[in-house]
Protein backbone atom coordinates (compact mmCIF):
# COMPACT_ATOMS: atom_id res chain seq x y z
CA UNK A 1 0.00 0.00 0.00
CA UNK A 2 1.29 3.64 -0.93
CA UNK A 3 0.88 5.59 2.17
CA UNK A 4 0.94 9.52 2.79
CA UNK A 5 1.31 10.91 6.22
CA UNK A 6 0.70 14.73 6.92
CA UNK A 7 2.54 15.75 9.91
CA UNK A 8 1.49 19.23 10.84
CA UNK A 9 4.05 20.42 13.34
CA UNK A 10 8.02 20.87 13.00
CA UNK A 11 9.61 17.67 12.37
CA UNK A 12 13.25 19.34 14.04
CA UNK A 13 11.05 20.22 17.37
CA UNK A 14 10.14 16.78 19.48
CA UNK A 15 6.61 16.23 20.27
CA UNK A 16 4.12 13.70 21.25
CA UNK A 17 2.71 13.89 17.53
CA UNK A 18 5.89 14.01 16.03
CA UNK A 19 7.22 10.79 17.55
CA UNK A 20 3.48 9.03 17.03
CA UNK A 21 4.01 9.67 13.22
CA UNK A 22 7.98 8.53 13.07
CA UNK A 23 7.31 5.26 14.77
CA UNK A 24 4.06 4.97 12.88
CA UNK A 25 5.69 5.23 9.24
CA UNK A 26 8.28 2.81 10.89
CA UNK A 27 5.84 0.12 11.79
CA UNK A 28 4.58 0.53 8.17
CA UNK A 29 7.64 0.54 6.38
CA UNK A 30 8.51 -2.72 8.25
CA UNK A 31 5.82 -4.16 6.69
CA UNK A 32 6.79 -3.80 3.22
CA UNK A 33 4.50 -0.47 3.01
CA UNK A 34 5.63 2.41 0.79
CA UNK A 35 5.11 5.31 3.11
CA UNK A 36 5.91 9.04 3.11
CA UNK A 37 5.47 11.96 5.51
CA UNK A 38 5.21 15.71 4.36
CA UNK A 39 6.66 17.41 7.19
CA UNK A 40 7.80 20.99 8.04
CA UNK A 41 11.20 20.97 8.73
CA UNK A 42 14.14 23.70 8.68
CA UNK A 43 16.67 23.60 5.60
CA UNK A 44 19.52 21.77 7.85
CA UNK A 45 17.48 19.58 9.52
CA UNK A 46 18.67 15.89 8.93
CA UNK A 47 15.35 13.76 7.72
CA UNK A 48 14.72 10.00 7.25
CA UNK A 49 14.36 8.73 4.28
CA UNK A 50 10.79 8.42 4.58
CA UNK A 51 10.55 12.35 4.99
CA UNK A 52 10.05 14.96 2.74
CA UNK A 53 10.52 18.83 3.98
CA UNK A 54 7.53 21.36 3.13
CA UNK A 55 9.54 24.03 4.15
CA UNK A 56 10.11 26.01 7.29
CA UNK A 57 7.47 26.22 9.71
CA UNK A 58 6.85 29.38 12.25
CA UNK A 59 5.60 29.43 16.06
CA UNK A 60 1.90 29.80 16.47
CA UNK A 61 0.61 29.68 19.92
CA UNK A 62 -1.71 26.80 19.23
CA UNK A 63 -3.73 24.42 22.16
CA UNK A 64 -1.73 26.25 25.42
CA UNK A 65 1.70 25.58 24.03
CA UNK A 66 3.68 27.22 20.93
CA UNK A 67 3.47 24.72 17.73
CA UNK A 68 5.93 25.38 14.82
CA UNK A 69 3.50 25.28 11.59
CA UNK A 70 3.56 25.63 8.16
CA UNK A 71 0.95 27.37 5.86
CA UNK A 72 0.46 29.30 2.88
CA UNK A 73 0.44 29.76 -0.93
CA UNK A 74 3.91 28.03 -0.94
CA UNK A 75 3.19 24.79 1.57
CA UNK A 76 -0.06 24.90 -0.69
CA UNK A 77 1.97 24.04 -3.59
CA UNK A 78 4.64 21.71 -1.86
CA UNK A 79 1.28 19.76 -0.94
CA UNK A 80 -0.06 19.63 -4.39
CA UNK A 81 3.27 18.26 -5.74
CA UNK A 82 3.94 15.81 -3.03
CA UNK A 83 0.26 14.50 -3.61
CA UNK A 84 0.87 14.63 -7.36
CA UNK A 85 4.13 12.51 -7.06
CA UNK A 86 3.09 9.97 -4.30
CA UNK A 87 -0.05 8.93 -6.04
CA UNK A 88 -1.26 7.35 -2.66
CA UNK A 89 -3.74 4.40 -1.76
CA UNK A 90 -4.67 6.19 1.08
CA UNK A 91 -3.51 9.81 2.95
CA UNK A 92 -3.50 9.94 6.96
CA UNK A 93 -3.71 13.25 7.92
CA UNK A 94 -2.78 14.55 11.71
CA UNK A 95 -4.38 17.50 13.40
CA UNK A 96 -6.53 18.35 10.29
CA UNK A 97 -7.98 21.36 12.33
CA UNK A 98 -4.42 23.02 13.09
CA UNK A 99 -3.11 25.96 10.55
CA UNK A 100 -0.66 23.75 8.73
CA UNK A 101 -0.31 21.27 6.18
CA UNK A 102 -3.05 18.74 7.56
CA UNK A 103 -5.81 21.34 6.59
CA UNK A 104 -3.94 22.36 3.36
CA UNK A 105 -3.48 18.79 2.28
CA UNK A 106 -7.32 18.09 2.93
CA UNK A 107 -8.37 20.64 0.96
CA UNK A 108 -6.13 19.78 -2.03
CA UNK A 109 -6.13 15.62 -2.06
CA UNK A 110 -9.01 13.55 -3.53
CA UNK A 111 -9.03 9.68 -2.77
CA UNK A 112 -9.47 8.29 0.98
CA UNK A 113 -8.47 10.43 3.66
CA UNK A 114 -7.97 9.25 7.80
CA UNK A 115 -7.63 11.98 10.21
CA UNK A 116 -6.08 11.34 13.60
CA UNK A 117 -7.37 14.21 16.13
CA UNK A 118 -4.77 14.52 18.95
CA UNK A 119 -5.96 17.64 20.46
CA UNK A 120 -8.35 17.70 23.74
CA UNK A 121 -9.61 21.15 24.57
CA UNK A 122 -13.05 21.09 25.25
CA UNK A 123 -13.56 25.25 25.52
CA UNK A 124 -11.52 25.59 22.18
CA UNK A 125 -13.25 29.10 20.90
CA UNK A 126 -10.69 28.86 17.76
CA UNK A 127 -11.84 25.62 16.32
CA UNK A 128 -15.51 26.70 17.11
CA UNK A 129 -15.21 30.06 15.19
CA UNK A 130 -12.82 28.27 12.43
CA UNK A 131 -16.23 25.63 12.11
CA UNK A 132 -17.03 27.64 8.17
CA UNK A 133 -13.87 26.63 7.55
CA UNK A 134 -13.25 23.92 8.08
CA UNK A 135 -16.44 21.90 7.47
CA UNK A 136 -15.31 21.67 3.31
CA UNK A 137 -12.18 20.21 4.49
CA UNK A 138 -13.71 17.87 7.05
CA UNK A 139 -16.43 16.66 4.68
CA UNK A 140 -13.49 15.19 2.77
CA UNK A 141 -12.21 13.23 5.53
CA UNK A 142 -13.16 8.97 5.12
CA UNK A 143 -12.71 7.94 8.32
CA UNK A 144 -11.60 9.74 11.68
CA UNK A 145 -9.29 8.44 14.45
CA UNK A 146 -9.38 9.94 18.40
CA UNK A 147 -5.78 9.29 20.37
CA UNK A 148 -8.31 9.26 23.34
CA UNK A 149 -11.95 9.55 24.79
CA UNK A 150 -11.11 13.57 25.75
CA UNK A 151 -9.88 14.00 21.97
CA UNK A 152 -12.68 12.60 20.35
CA UNK A 153 -14.81 14.39 22.79
CA UNK A 154 -13.28 17.72 21.82
CA UNK A 155 -13.88 16.61 17.97
CA UNK A 156 -17.69 15.88 18.54
CA UNK A 157 -18.25 18.55 20.80
CA UNK A 158 -17.00 21.44 18.66
CA UNK A 159 -16.79 19.95 14.88
CA UNK A 160 -19.68 17.07 14.85
CA UNK A 161 -19.27 13.36 13.71
CA UNK A 162 -17.67 10.98 15.64
CA UNK A 163 -14.39 8.81 15.45
CA UNK A 164 -13.05 5.73 16.53
CA UNK A 165 -10.38 5.78 19.60
CA UNK A 166 -7.30 4.42 18.65
CA UNK A 167 -4.37 5.38 21.30
CA UNK A 168 -0.89 6.53 20.74
CA UNK A 169 1.65 3.58 20.14
CA UNK A 170 5.02 2.53 21.92
CA UNK A 171 7.45 0.22 20.80
CA UNK A 172 7.14 -1.50 24.17
CA UNK A 173 10.42 -3.58 24.00
CA UNK A 174 12.81 -1.03 23.22
CA UNK A 175 12.07 0.56 26.69
CA UNK A 176 11.89 -2.94 28.52
CA UNK A 177 14.87 -4.00 26.97
CA UNK A 178 16.70 -0.82 27.74
CA UNK A 179 19.86 -1.12 30.22
CA UNK A 180 19.76 1.46 33.37
CA UNK A 181 22.45 3.84 34.16
CA UNK A 182 23.78 4.06 37.77
CA UNK A 183 24.43 7.59 37.96
CA UNK A 184 20.66 7.98 37.35
CA UNK A 185 19.71 4.81 39.85
CA UNK A 186 19.48 5.35 43.90
CA UNK A 187 16.88 7.90 45.44
CA UNK A 188 15.85 9.41 41.91
CA UNK A 189 12.76 11.35 40.85
CA UNK A 190 12.60 11.66 37.23
CA UNK A 191 10.85 14.52 34.96
CA UNK A 192 11.13 14.52 31.05
CA UNK A 193 9.55 17.54 29.59
CA UNK A 194 10.26 21.46 28.26
CA UNK A 195 11.18 23.05 30.96
CA UNK A 196 9.82 26.56 30.07
CA UNK A 197 6.24 25.12 28.74
CA UNK A 198 4.25 25.69 32.33
CA UNK A 199 1.43 22.76 31.11
CA UNK A 200 3.98 20.35 31.34
CA UNK A 201 4.06 20.83 35.36
CA UNK A 202 7.89 21.71 36.61
CA UNK A 203 6.79 24.59 38.29
CA UNK A 204 4.22 22.35 40.39
CA UNK A 205 6.98 19.73 41.22
CA UNK A 206 9.70 22.21 41.89
CA UNK A 207 7.33 23.67 44.83
CA UNK A 208 6.81 19.95 45.96
CA UNK A 209 10.50 19.57 46.16
CA UNK A 210 11.64 21.36 49.72
CA UNK A 211 8.79 18.83 51.50
CA UNK A 212 10.20 15.89 49.17
CA UNK A 213 14.10 17.03 50.22
CA UNK A 214 12.83 17.28 53.84
CA UNK A 215 11.95 14.05 54.29
CA UNK A 216 14.22 12.18 52.20
CA UNK A 217 17.23 13.96 51.77
CA UNK A 218 19.15 11.89 49.55
CA UNK A 219 16.91 12.75 46.46
CA UNK A 220 17.56 13.94 43.18
CA UNK A 221 15.48 15.35 40.96
CA UNK A 222 16.75 14.27 37.12
CA UNK A 223 15.31 16.51 34.58
CA UNK A 224 15.31 16.07 30.94
CA UNK A 225 14.41 18.36 28.93
CA UNK A 226 15.17 21.63 26.64
CA UNK A 227 14.46 25.03 28.71
CA UNK A 228 16.02 27.74 31.13
CA UNK A 229 17.20 25.65 34.03
CA UNK A 230 18.04 28.67 36.10
CA UNK A 231 14.52 29.90 35.71
CA UNK A 232 13.80 26.69 36.49
CA UNK A 233 15.01 26.21 39.90
CA UNK A 234 14.75 29.94 40.79
CA UNK A 235 12.30 29.34 43.57
CA UNK A 236 14.61 26.81 44.97
CA UNK A 237 15.87 27.33 48.41
CA UNK A 238 19.64 27.98 47.12
CA UNK A 239 20.81 25.46 49.02
CA UNK A 240 18.80 22.68 47.49
CA UNK A 241 19.31 23.81 43.87
CA UNK A 242 22.39 20.98 43.73
CA UNK A 243 19.72 17.95 44.38
CA UNK A 244 18.26 18.87 40.67
CA UNK A 245 20.44 17.28 37.48
CA UNK A 246 19.57 18.98 34.32
CA UNK A 247 20.42 16.68 31.71
CA UNK A 248 19.33 18.75 28.43
CA UNK A 249 17.91 17.00 25.41
CA UNK A 250 18.38 13.17 25.56
CA UNK A 251 18.26 10.91 22.77
CA UNK A 252 15.56 8.08 22.54
CA UNK A 253 18.45 5.48 23.73
CA UNK A 254 18.92 7.57 26.72
CA UNK A 255 15.44 8.12 27.17
CA UNK A 256 14.97 4.78 27.72
CA UNK A 257 17.72 4.49 29.88
CA UNK A 258 16.44 7.14 31.74
CA UNK A 259 13.15 5.69 32.63
CA UNK A 260 14.38 2.04 33.35
CA UNK A 261 16.92 3.86 35.74
CA UNK A 262 14.96 6.41 38.29
CA UNK A 263 12.73 5.35 41.26
CA UNK A 264 9.71 7.17 40.23
CA UNK A 265 8.59 9.09 37.52
CA UNK A 266 6.45 11.76 37.96
CA UNK A 267 4.45 13.66 35.34
CA UNK A 268 2.95 16.61 37.12
CA UNK A 269 1.19 18.50 33.96
CA UNK A 270 -1.71 20.61 34.50
CA UNK A 271 -3.25 20.37 31.09
CA UNK A 272 -4.39 20.27 27.90
CA UNK A 273 -3.21 16.97 27.38
CA UNK A 274 -4.91 14.13 25.10
CA UNK A 275 -3.44 11.49 25.58
CA UNK A 276 0.35 11.14 27.73
CA UNK A 277 2.34 9.42 25.86
CA UNK A 278 5.25 9.64 28.47
CA UNK A 279 3.38 7.39 30.59
CA UNK A 280 2.84 4.94 28.37
CA UNK A 281 6.93 5.18 27.69
CA UNK A 282 7.76 4.92 31.66
CA UNK A 283 5.59 2.13 31.92
CA UNK A 284 7.01 0.15 28.99
CA UNK A 285 10.49 0.70 30.80
CA UNK A 286 9.10 -0.56 33.76
CA UNK A 287 9.41 2.58 35.84
CA UNK A 288 6.63 3.80 38.76
CA UNK A 289 4.62 6.31 37.79
CA UNK A 290 3.21 9.34 39.88
CA UNK A 291 0.84 11.76 37.53
CA UNK A 292 -1.69 14.47 38.09
CA UNK A 293 -5.17 13.48 37.85
CA UNK A 294 -5.72 14.74 34.68
CA UNK A 295 -8.89 13.07 32.98
CA UNK A 296 -6.68 11.49 29.79
CA UNK A 297 -3.66 10.41 32.23
CA UNK A 298 -6.58 8.96 34.78
CA UNK A 299 -7.35 6.82 31.57
CA UNK A 300 -3.59 6.01 30.90
CA UNK A 301 -3.06 4.84 33.84
CA UNK A 302 -6.44 2.73 34.46
CA UNK A 303 -7.61 5.06 36.61
CA UNK A 304 -4.85 4.62 39.07
CA UNK A 305 -4.27 0.98 38.95
CA UNK A 306 -1.19 1.09 36.76
CA UNK A 307 0.51 4.21 38.66
CA UNK A 308 -0.63 6.99 41.46
CA UNK A 309 -2.40 10.25 40.54
CA UNK A 310 -2.50 13.07 42.58
CA UNK A 311 -5.04 16.25 42.41
CA UNK A 312 -3.77 18.41 39.31
CA UNK A 313 -1.59 21.24 40.63
CA UNK A 314 -1.45 20.15 44.48
CA UNK A 315 2.03 20.24 45.36
CA UNK A 316 1.66 19.18 48.82
CA UNK A 317 -0.20 15.99 47.26
CA UNK A 318 2.31 15.36 44.78
CA UNK A 319 5.40 16.09 47.61
CA UNK A 320 3.51 13.16 50.25
CA UNK A 321 2.88 10.71 47.29
CA UNK A 322 6.40 11.13 46.16
CA UNK A 323 7.66 10.67 49.58
CA UNK A 324 5.60 7.53 50.27
CA UNK A 325 6.38 5.72 47.34
CA UNK A 326 10.17 6.83 47.77
CA UNK A 327 9.69 4.96 51.51
CA UNK A 328 8.13 2.13 50.33
CA UNK A 329 9.70 -0.33 47.57
CA UNK A 330 7.08 -3.16 47.52
CA UNK A 331 3.91 -0.54 46.23
CA UNK A 332 6.64 0.35 43.84
CA UNK A 333 7.45 -2.94 42.42
CA UNK A 334 3.69 -3.59 42.40
CA UNK A 335 3.13 -0.60 40.06
CA UNK A 336 5.94 -1.79 37.71
CA UNK A 337 4.48 -5.14 37.24
CA UNK A 338 0.95 -3.55 37.30
CA UNK A 339 2.36 -1.19 34.72
CA UNK A 340 4.16 -3.59 32.22
CA UNK A 341 1.22 -5.36 31.79
CA UNK A 342 -1.25 -2.85 31.15
CA UNK A 343 0.72 -1.06 28.88
CA UNK A 344 0.92 -3.81 26.13
CA UNK A 345 -2.72 -2.63 25.08
CA UNK A 346 -0.23 0.47 23.46
CA UNK A 347 2.57 -1.31 21.73
CA UNK A 348 2.79 -0.68 18.03
CA UNK A 349 1.77 -4.26 17.19
CA UNK A 350 -1.57 -3.87 18.42
CA UNK A 351 -2.36 0.30 17.40
CA UNK A 352 -0.33 -0.32 14.36
CA UNK A 353 -3.24 -3.52 13.01
CA UNK A 354 -5.52 -1.44 14.15
CA UNK A 355 -4.71 1.53 12.13
CA UNK A 356 -3.97 -0.25 9.20
CA UNK A 357 -7.45 -1.94 9.40
CA UNK A 358 -8.83 1.90 9.32
CA UNK A 359 -6.96 1.98 6.25
CA UNK A 360 -8.25 -1.08 4.18
CA UNK A 361 -11.57 0.13 5.33
CA UNK A 362 -11.53 3.27 3.48
CA UNK A 363 -9.28 2.20 0.64
CA UNK A 364 -11.65 -0.30 -0.04
CA UNK A 365 -15.20 1.08 0.06
CA UNK A 366 -12.90 3.55 -2.10
CA UNK A 367 -12.60 0.47 -4.86
CA UNK A 368 -15.93 -0.02 -4.39
CA UNK A 369 -17.20 3.08 -5.12
CA UNK A 370 -15.20 3.44 -8.21
CA UNK A 371 -16.20 -0.37 -9.59
CA UNK A 372 -20.16 1.13 -9.31
CA UNK A 373 -19.44 4.22 -10.32
CA UNK A 374 -18.00 2.90 -14.05
CA UNK A 375 -20.75 0.34 -14.22
CA UNK A 376 -22.99 3.07 -13.37
CA UNK A 377 -21.34 5.06 -16.31
CA UNK A 378 -21.30 1.49 -18.87
CA UNK A 379 -25.17 1.41 -17.76
CA UNK A 380 -25.93 4.94 -19.16
CA UNK A 381 -23.57 4.58 -21.98
CA UNK A 382 -25.73 1.72 -23.13
CA UNK A 383 -29.00 2.78 -22.19
CA UNK A 384 -29.55 0.13 -19.29
CA UNK A 385 -30.97 0.19 -16.23
CA UNK A 386 -31.28 -1.94 -13.24
CA UNK A 387 -33.97 -4.40 -12.84
Not at 34 to 60: F, K, N, W
Not at 129 to 138: C, P
Not at 247 to 260: P, T, V
Not at 294 to 321: H, K, S
Amino acid sequence: MRIGIVCPYSWDVPGGVQFHIRDLAEYFVRLGHEVSVLAPADDDTPLPPYVVSAGRAVPVPYNGSVARLNFGFLSAARVRRWLHEGAFDVIHIHEPTSPSLGLLTCWAAQGPIVATFHTSNPRSRAMIAAYAILQAALEKISARIAVSEYARRTLVEHLGGDAVVIPNGVDVDFFARAEPRPEWQGDTIGFIGRIDEPRKGLPVLMRALPKILAARPRTRLLVAGRGDEEEAVESLPRELRSRVEFLGMISDEDKARFLRSVDLYVAPNTGGESFGIILVEAMSAGAPVLASDLDAFAQVLDQGAAGELFPNEDADALAGAAVRLLADPERRAVLRERGSAHVRRFDWSTVGADILSVYETVTAGAAAVATDDRATGLRARFGLTRD
